[in-house]
Every structure is written in C-alpha cells, then in structure tokens.
C-alpha cells in the first residue's frame, strides 16, 4: 500500500492544521493507520492511531486537541490538531498496517508502511 501525506504547514501557536493520508493499492478498510512525529534531534514518536472499527487512541502529549477519523470510502484518515503549540512542530508520519489482531501500536516497527511526511512548524 502506498501513503500520502499532506496539509503541514506553518501556524501561529494556537492556530489549527488538518493533515491527512491518502492510501492506495490495498484494502484501506483492513488497515489500522497511525500517525507518528518526529522533532529535529528527537526519535520518532506514536500520535495517534485509528483502528479498523474507528476507535482511536492519542499520545498523552496531544489528548483533547489532535482528532483522528478515517473515511473509508475515500481511503483517507485526517488528523485534525487544534491548539498548536512549538512543541507540535515535526515532521508527521502516517503509517499503516494490516489489521491481523493486536500489536504494540505505539511502536514505529509495527509498521511495514509509511508515507513520505509533512512538515508543521508551529511559531511561537
């Protein structure tokens, strides 16, 4: 499967972005999506994950300001953040997996797919 992630780009703390991950070439429906950051100098880390039945689940860092949804019919997920803050600025990762039952979700191995990223830069 192949991942496209776009919508990054510079805001004000405070301010609002809307990314999303277009898949395409598998069965998007079977596909548990995660998105993961990574901060200059800093390891890559979970966001965010939305399972096949749309439950989601949010790194601590980001509970009660970053929305995950995916809409099957269009083979996308949205992460929708709000609140930005200077600490929010990474590049951000989708990733995908085949759903097969549970797994270590938070870990970036987990995954076998990955898009390309896309730069949020939050100013201060």
């Known amino acids: 499967v192949q991942l496209q992630a776009s919508g990054g780009g510079l805001v004000q703390a405070g301010g609002s972005l809307r990314l999303s991950c277009a898949a395409s070439?598998?069965?998007?429906?079977?596909?548990?999506m995660t998105w993961f950051r990574q901060a200059p100098g800093k390891e890559r880390e979970f966001v965010a994950v939305?399972?096949?039945?749309?439950?989601?689940y949010y790194a601590d860092s980001v509970k009660g300001r970053f929305t995950l949804s995916r809409d099957n019919d269009k083979d996308t997920v949205h992460l929708q953040m709000k609140s930005l803050k200077p600490e929010d600025t990474a590049v951000y990762y989708c990733?995908?997996?085949?759903?097969?039952?549970?797994?270590?979700?938070?870990?970036?191995?987990?995954?076998?797919?990955w898009g390309q990223g896309t730069l949020v830069t939050v100013s201060s």
């Open positions: 990733a995908a997996r085949q759903f097969e039952g549970s797994f270590a979700y938070r870990v970036r191995n987990s995954y076998a797919y």
């Open positions: 939305i399972t096949v039945g749309s439950s989601t």
């Open positions: 070439g598998g069965t998007f429906s079977s596909y548990v």
